[in-house]
């Protein structure tokens, strides 16, 4: 069962980054902001424009893995990370060696900052999940009106955490 929780967390972190890409391309296409689909685009402007999504779609599938992982979100978005590097690879190969789609270093680009992007967003999430439970030890403790006690921060947030904590309260 945890592997099938695993594998759908990846599968919707990265299909979750191309809905959203395509979908965006479409809109931009139909309002007429992007050439029909299937002429070249050497506007470079369009072309940052669609580099600037992709990174947060890309970054929002990081953070979606890592919420869906059963265990060991990192490891998840590393594996969404790769993924998305191969495939933007592949592109990248195929729009430099096979036809003309606009500028070479679009999707050179799109490779590139799939990894760094799906990890940034598994460490967001990772932020974000740390520090709801720090939030959630706090107002447990603040309605018992007594501090947080090191042991309690130190096993969920470890050493260093702790010594802030006794430090702020």
Same mark, same amino acid.
Do not use: K
């Given at each position: 069962m945890r592997i099938l929780r695993s594998t759908m967390a990846v599968f919707v972190g990265f299909i979750s980054v191309a809905v959203l890409s395509l979908g965006t391309d479409q809109v931009l296409? $139909?309002?007429?902001?992007?050439?029909?689909? +299937?002429t070249p685009m050497h506007d470079p402007s369009l072309n940052v424009l669609a580099?600037?999504?992709?990174?947060?779609?890309?970054?929002? +599938? +990081?953070?979606i893995t890592a919420s869906l992982a059963p265990h060991a979100p990192m490891r998840h978005v590393i594996v969404v990370g790769i993924i998305g590097f191969v495939a933007g690879s592949a592109g990248a190969?195929? =729009?430099?060696? $096979? =036809?003309?789609? +606009?500028?070479?270093w679009y999707p050179i680009a799109l490779a590139l900052t799939a990894f760094p992007c799906a990890w940034l967003g598994g460490v967001l999430h990772g932020v974000r999940h740390r520090s709801a439970r720090l939030t959630n030890i706090r107002n447990s403790q603040v309605l018992n009106d007594d501090p947080v006690p090191a042991e309690n921060v130190v096993a969920h947030f470890g050493p260093a955490t702790a010594r802030s904590e006794r430090t702020s309260l």
């Amino acid at each position: 069962m945890r592997i099938l929780r695993s594998t759908m967390a990846v599968f919707v972190g990265f299909i979750s980054v191309a809905v959203l890409s395509l979908g965006t391309d479409q809109v931009l296409h $139909v309002l007429e902001i992007y050439p029909p689909w +299937g002429t070249p685009m050497h506007d470079p402007s369009l072309n940052v424009l669609a580099l600037s999504y992709r990174i947060i779609y890309t970054i929002l +599938g +990081g953070s979606i893995t890592a919420s869906l992982a059963p265990h060991a979100p990192m490891r998840h978005v590393i594996v969404v990370g790769i993924i998305g590097f191969v495939a933007g690879s592949a592109g990248a190969i195929t =729009a430099i060696t $096979v =036809a003309d789609l +606009g500028p070479v270093w679009y999707p050179i680009a799109l490779a590139l900052t799939a990894f760094p992007c799906a990890w940034l967003g598994g460490v967001l999430h990772g932020v974000r999940h740390r520090s709801a439970r720090l939030t959630n030890i706090r107002n447990s403790q603040v309605l018992n009106d007594d501090p947080v006690p090191a042991e309690n921060v130190v096993a969920h947030f470890g050493p260093a955490t702790a010594r802030s904590e006794r430090t702020s309260l």
